[in-house]
T-cell receptor, first 116, second 117 residues
Framework: NAGVTQTPKFQVLKTGQSMTLQCAQDMNHNSMYWYRQDPGMGLRLIYYSASEGTTDKGEVPNGYNVSRLNKREFSLRLESAAPSQTSVYFC???????????????FGNGTRLTVT | AQSVAQPEDQVNVAEGNPLTVKCTYSVSGNPYLFWYVQYPNRGLQFLLKYITGDNLVKGSYGFEAEFNKSQTSFHLKKPSALVSDSALYFCAVRDRVNTGTASKLTFGTGTRLQVTL
């Protein structure tokens, strides 16, 4: 059982380049999330999808777009990368369909992105 | 707005000694509270959660956490630390009330636990 799978594991971009981070889960979870982790700042929510066909902004959505392709897959796109987007990106999923769910999150192993 | 504070960047403890990692929170309503652990180059793993009921919650790997409503705290504890417990620990809170920004889970900044022989 793979859980949450993220690709790629590492990526280096030049300022202005674009890329898509891929995420897939095999747990039949309804909700999926994208977080970024920066030193001393914990995890910050970029976008989430409470169910297939819906997406909503989190705390730090600027510079990102997302697509909930189907129930399994949730991708994050950087249209024009900036050095401020250098970070570790985590995808997560949970059983809840949004709202005040108490379902824990299941995380992938992250994508380490450097923008020069 | 909800928030989580983890006042210690790092906690050092000798193997076999009890450990405590502190967490305080702020929400407008009643909270769901979570602890996660992160090992190097890995994603976060769920340890335990408080929903309602007994204030002492037991979780994975011998960890437990105590919910204290009056002090708005949810400290993580373990009676006897292991070197393998060394990792980064995150506390997180979610308000039970659906505020419209649904599913927003707020994380603390993390506490690094170092267990030495």
């Amino acid at each position: 059982n793979a859980g949450v799978t993220q690709t790629p594991k590492f990526q280096v971009l030049k300022t202005g380049q674009s890329m898509t981070l891929q995420c897939a889960q095999d747990m039949n979870h309804n909700s999926m999330y994208w977080y970024r982790q920066d030193p001393g700042m914990g995890l910050r929510l970029i976008y989430y999808s409470a169910s297939e066909g819906t997406t909503d902004k989190g705390e730090v959505p600027n510079g990102y777009n997302v697509s909930r392709l189907n129930k399994r897959e949730f991708s994050l796109r950087l249209e024009s990368a900036a050095p401020s987007q250098t970070s570790v990106y985590f995808c997560a999923s949970s059983e809840g369909t949004g709202g005040a769910t108490n379902s824990p999150l299941h995380f992938g192993n992250g994508t380490r992105l450097t923008v020069t | 707005a909800q928030s989580v504070a983890q006042p210690e960047d790092q906690v050092n403890v000798a193997e076999g000694n009890p450990l405590t990692v502190k967490c305080t929170y702020s929400v407008s309503g009643n909270p769901y509270l979570f602890w996660y652990v992160q090992y190097p180059n890995r994603g976060l793993q769920f340890l335990l959660k408080y929903i309602t009921g007994d204030n002492l919650v037991k979780g994975s790997y011998g960890f437990e956490a105590e919910f204290n409503k009056s002090q708005t705290s949810f400290h993580l504890k373990k009676p006897s630390a292991l070197v393998s417990d060394s990792a980064l620990y995150f506390c997180a809170v979610r308000d039970r009330v659906n505020t419209g920004t649904a599913s927003k889970l707020t994380f603390g900044t993390g506490t690094r636990l170092q267990v030495t022989l």
